[in-house]
């Protein structure tokens, strides 16, 4: 059952572009998706083309909710080799029902007979989640690439958690990739009690097929509200006001490109028209201060934001150091978090996690919360911060949690985690590596000076009885 019957979009199918925006077109998506389920039949959904496949969702008929056992059909997406430009084959036509299911990854959803809604279901968002391990399992595949498009979901869950969007609130990331900060924000709403289409989403995207991607994935997470531009941030910002103003949104949520080389500087010193970097321009082989000032300027008067970057903006000097300073004088940074290496997919360098404010609350105005996360296990609490995979690490449930209440608390604790007022980090000349101001040095062992000395006493009895047999080997030498 092919998922493209409007021809007005064969042009964009063509170049693995047809994803339904609308929230006509989603609902449309939504109905055939579960008229499927209820007939047995399969659902085709071409993928982009960046991913080089196309996927089938291949459904059977349940019986009713009370008959689900673990022998029960399932719904599970699985690769389609012959499916190309809008053809309607099925998993059973192209490789079998069961053919190169993803890892043997099964989601269930039970659906019963006759008229349902998502909501009758166990888990609504089953499409949804499926999708978004999909997308994990692209970038497993990738190796770097998939770096480009997917963050790990426990560091966008860390940082989402740290600046708490609420209900009401426009959430905005400016290189989306995927769409998972934005989703994640949605839901991180909805688990505090909210509704999801309490939140504004806005997202803004270069590469094209990573466009199509998070438009996929915002579609199939019943986001109704999110809007996901095409176009470079830097050079062709989409979000503007009627009246050609730069929107402001209330939370900032991104993981730009780290150390970017060719970003446009020259365009942005003879064409720049919102007054974004009024702090001053990075160098032309590094990006990472042009997208912060980016984000900054697109937050509210109250607004907050979470950025991924590479650790080198904390200490890097010269031309960035002559950006960081006054923004550091300004007040704006709240925390610095230093991440273990080996979490993302493009590369094996430690990470950090920025925490900006314009609105910080009293208790931490002129002050900045740095908090140490590199080693496996904390020192004080005992809390494993990662645990070890195949290819990379992870950063654990427990950790992201013990994180986020961290930086909400302000809690200080030995090796980990410091409150540093501003005038401490001028004298560090401006230097925010979190090392300054945590103590990560090992611990020496204790030495029991007593115990050493009757050491030592042992070895000089030793020595004595070792030349006493000396002397008498030697008077027995010279007798001879």
Known sequence: MALDPSERKRAARKRGLDWPTTTEARDRLRDRIFQAMRHGEDVVIDAPTALGKTYTVATEPWLNHSDVTDDSPVVHFSETREARDGAAASSRDATGVTAATLKGRKERCPVARGDHDPADLEDPDIFGRAYEYLIRQFADDAGKKGGEFYTPREVVQLLVECVDPEPGHRVYDPCCGSGGMLIYSAQHIRDEGGDTDDVSLYGQEKNLNTWAIGQMNVLLHEMQDAKIEKGDTITEPKLVTEHGELEVFDRVVANPPWNQKKWSKEWVQENEPYNRFPYGLSPSNRGDWTWIQLMLASLSETGKAGIVMDNGILFRSRSEKKIRKPILEADL???????????????????????????????????????????????????????????????????????????????????????????????????LNVPRYVDTTEPEEPIDVREKLRELDKLAEERRKTDEELQQYMKGLEYQ
């Open 333 to 431: 940074i709240e925390a610095v978090i230093a991440l273990p290496g080996n979490l993302f997919y493009n590369t094996s360098s430690p990470g950090c996690i920025l925490i900006m404010n314009k609105d910080k609350p009293e208790e931490r105005e002129r002050k900045i919360q740095f908090i140490y996360a590199e080693e496996q296990t904390l020192r004080e609490s005992g809390v494993q911060v990662y645990e070890e995979l195949s290819n990379q690490n992870q950063l654990t449930q427990e950790c992201v949690e013990y994180l986020a209440e961290t930086h909400f608390t302000g809690r200080e604790e030995a090796h980990h985690s410091r409150l540093v007022d501003i005038e401490e980090i001028k004298e560090n000349d401006w230097n």
